[in-house]
């Protein structure tokens, strides 16, 4: 199966782009870290009048129908326009031109996206039309474009990219194991290049419902939406559903350097775990998310001692939080006080499946910017949270090795180790 492997191949991100609640391209994103910024609001795509819940993170001003040809506007998930502006964006800045690769080198570029519910919200819309008598305002891709796989194919055709075109659905930790996926291939030399990160856009009527009926989503904050978003502060109620998209050009680090790219960051290390525990209840105990970041420190063959930095899950539930919590105590031992970290759903909601490769954007950030992007609405501690959050305030700091955790529905967790070049 692996003949003719040597020595891995060391992978680096040379490409980032994103669409996000908080802005839309690195630029505008990182900005909005910078400054704190909160992209919850009242839902604007649809009624809420009878919801419980009647905020989100949703992408505002966002020109979809751009991204797309006319023909295709009607057959396709929204997905598929956020993760389109965000490759466009990310390809471009790498500074690879896929027009003007050679058949060879399309044969070893691909595409791993990372989304926890793909289609669903288009599938609602098209059912919707089904059984109220308005077939014709149907599509007749319905099934294709509901059906998670041919969301990475959709970015293969537009780049003519003749790679491996897959897609890794693992709840909330998707994005983060679809971008290892990817660099696993590019460290084992079966790829050269990849597209990869996370999409999710969950924003929709019977969606929101079903969250709802999990008691998972805050109601407490419809009236003051940019402070409903609030990991680890005392009085935290709840999940904010959050949509974006974050991907990223990875390559070996060699191809990087005789391209004269500018890397962002080295991926070094990557763990998973299962709690085999519960459906979507964390297990108390912390211990297997404790030990997806061990092994990715393993991995990485970083100590406690020299991470600088960790990108939090955080989703603003009084279990998560608390559990992290401990996890990182687990992970880090004495180190774990000392090291500052922050929970980037505290700015942008939680996009779900695409909620890791937002995290690494926020590492990116802090590696870039020596700036650690901050936990807003952070107002009241809680003592059983009782780590460096960087509450309120970004903070100055140089960064050159992040942590970045994540904890899915299924008992599912993984953690990434980014190192600065």
């Not at 502060?233 to 904010?240: A, E």
Request: hydrophobic share 40%; net charge neutral; glycine share 10%.
């Amino acid at each position: 199966m692996f003949s003719g492997l040597s020595s891995p191949r060391r992978v680096v991100i040379t490409g980032f782009g994103c669409v996000t609640p908080i802005g839309v391209g690195r630029d505008a994103f990182w900005r909005s870290l910078a400054n704190g910024t909160s992209g919850v609001r009242r839902i604007q795509s649809f009624d809420t009048e009878k919801s419980k819940v009647r905020i989100a993170a949703e992408v505002p001003d966002f020109d979809w129908e751009a991204e797309l040809d006319y023909q295709d506007r009607k057959h396709v998930p929204r997905t598929v326009p956020l993760a389109l502006r965000a490759a466009r964006d990310a390809v471009a800045d790498s500074g690879i031109e896929p027009a003007a690769l050679t058949p060879q080198q399309k044969h070893r570029t691909g595409v791993v996206i990372g989304t926890g519910g793909g289609g669903l919200s288009f599938t609602e819309k098209q059912f919707g039309y089904f059984f109220s008598g308005n077939e014709r305002k149907g599509s007749i891709y319905t099934i294709p474009s509901s059906t998670h796989g041919g969301l990475s194919s959709e970015l293969s055709m537009v780049f003519g990219l003749n790679g491996l075109s897959h897609v890794i659905s693992t709840g909330c930790t998707s994005s983060t194991d679809a971008i290892f996926y990817a660099a696993q291939h590019i460290a084992l030399g079966r790829q050269d290049v990849m597209l990869a990160g996370g999409v999710d856009s969950p924003i929709a009527p019977g969606i929101l419902r079903g969250f709802e009926a999990m008691t998972v989503l805050t109601s407490a904050w419809n009236d003051e939406p940019h402070r409903a978003s609030r990991p680890f502060s005392k009085d935290r109620s709840g999940i904010v559903l959050g949509e974006g998209s974050w991907i990223y050009v990875l390559e070996t680090l060699e191809s990087a350097r005789s391209r004269n790219a500018r890397i962002y960051a080295e991926i070094a290390g990557y763990g998973a775990t299962c709690d085999a525990y519960h459906r979507v209840r964390l297990e108390e105990r912390g211990e297997e998310p404790a030990r997806a970041m061990t092994i990715a420190l393993d991995d990485a063959g970083v100590e406690p001692a020299s991470v600088d930095y960790v990108n939090l899950h955080g989703t603003s539930t009084l279990l998560n939080d608390r559990i992290e919590t401990k996890a990182v105590k687990l992970a880090l031992g004495t180190r774990a006080s000392a090291v500052p970290m922050s929970a980037t759903k505290s700015q942008i909601g939680h996009p779900q499946g695409a909620a890791g490769a937002a995290g690494i954007a926020a590492a990116l950030f802090a590696f870039a910017e020596n700036t650690i992007p901050a936990t807003i609405n952070l107002d009241h501690p809680d003592p059983d949270c009782d780590l460096d959050y960087v509450p309120n305030t970004p903070r100055p700091a140089e960064i050159n090795t992040a942590l970045c955790n994540c904890i899915g529905f299924g008992s599912k967790n993984s953690a990434l180790v980014l190192r600065r070049i």
